[in-house]
């Protein structure tokens, strides 16, 4: 089965298997792993920052840091499509008791007059504004990306208005290899970042957020109010040790298949539209059929994909797609094509 819903669905390669069973290990609550320890002193420096703390999901650790970022009663800016808004289960209200102020960016990305039009006043009848959020890559935008110059801008008039800004960097190492900038400069324009290793970069689970000592000391109460703190950690941390060696270059293979498919789809009598393809991610509409039977007849030539709105369908190429896949999908849509699906 050739497996496109997500770049979660990656299983661990045999020489990240082995990395994994080597790993020295120790009770990390106890602050007692090395592998946990060297993972999250590698992510911080990889990206100019002084600390990082492992946790078992992006989603953890894009709340803990809206919660240490933030006070009850204030508000959140963030793009319609962000991930923190649609895929955390409200968690948001639920754990900072914060409201949230959306904004309409193109494919997500926002912009500096987004944000300067969505701060609040200071005025009793609003929240407060507290914290602004970007995701990046934007899943919900079809692996749209910020360049590090509208990051610097963004970072820029947040200084102005006293405000930190927040990272969700699901697919944050696609983004930088889609636009070549380095990994480094973020520390000086993100207060935290989130660092999925899960999704492209092929590790089984986990994320880790970092930011300054004095954030990351908050973070781990709060990761631990949680439930996110993890014993024997130092397996899964050397994943993501292994994979932030070994996969990171690779993405650019990702990207290139994620564009053959497009274009491959472009023509096909049962596609309406096929979205802007940055990254590894294609969203694509569907005309004369709806998504049901499109999936069904996409898994009768054992290919998985997902629903992604209505009359929409998205494919993420990852680790475990490679070339012969990729033509195996090819393949796959033409006899569709010229089979009425």
């Known amino acids: 089965m050739i497996d496109l819903r997500s770049d979660t669905v990656t299983k661990p390669t045999p ?7 080597k790993a020295e290990v120790g009770d990390d609550v106890f602050g007692e792993d090395p592998t946990v320890k060297a993972l999250e002193v590698k992510t911080a420096e990889i990206f100019g920052m002084e600390a990082g703390i492992f946790c078992p ?17 204030q ?11 649609n895929y955390e289960g409200g968690g948001i209200a639920f754990n900072s008791l914060c409201s949230v102020k959306l904004v309409d960016g193109p494919r997500g990305i926002l912009s500096i007059d987004d944000i300067e039009a969505a701060i609040n006043s200071d005025d009793i009848h609003y929240p407060q504004t507290a914290l602004v959020a970007l995701e990046n890559t934007v899943n919900k935008g079809g692996g749209a990306y910020y360049t590090l110059g509208q990051i610097k801008s963004i970072h820029q008039l947040c200084k102005q208005h006293g405000l ?5 960097g699901a697919r944050v ?18 207060d935290t970042i989130s660092v999925c ?20 000391k908050k973070a781990k109460r709060v990761r631990k109010v949680f439930g996110g703190g993890m014993r024997q950690a130092g397996y899964l941390a050397a994943a993501g040790i292994y994979a932030l060696d070994h996969h990171v270059k690779r993405l650019a293979e990702d990207h290139i298949r994620a564009k053959v498919l497009a274009e491959e789809l472009q023509n096909k009598s049962f596609v309406k539209e096929v979205f ?8 694509f509409s569907l005309q004369h059929m709806d998504t049901k039977r499109f999936l069904n007849a996409l898994k009768e030539h054992d290919i998985l994909a997902i629903p992604f709105g209505k009359d929409e369908i998205r494919m993420v190429t990852h680790l475990a797609f490679d070339d012969d896949s990729l033509e ?3 393949d796959a849509l033409k006899k569709m094509d010229r089979k009425p699906v």
């Open 75 to 85: 508000e959140v800016i963030c793009d319609k499509r962000a991930h923190i808004y």
């Open 197 to 216: 290793l899960s999704k492209g970069l092929g590790a089984p689970v986990g994320s880790v957020l970092v930011g300054s000592h004095d954030l990351i």
């Open 15 to 21: 020489a990240m298997l082995e990395a994994m069973m």
């Open 276 to 283: 802007p393809v940055d990254t590894n991610i294609i969203i």
């Open 164 to 168: 930190p800004l927040h990272l969700d």
């Open 328 to 330: 195996k999908v090819v």
């Open 173 to 190: 190492f696609n983004a930088l290899t889609a636009s070549h900038d380095t990994p480094a400069d973020y520390g000086k324009y993100f």
């Open 57 to 73: 999901s992006g989603t953890m650790t894009n709340q803990i840091a809206i919660k240490i970022l933030t006070l009850p009663q």
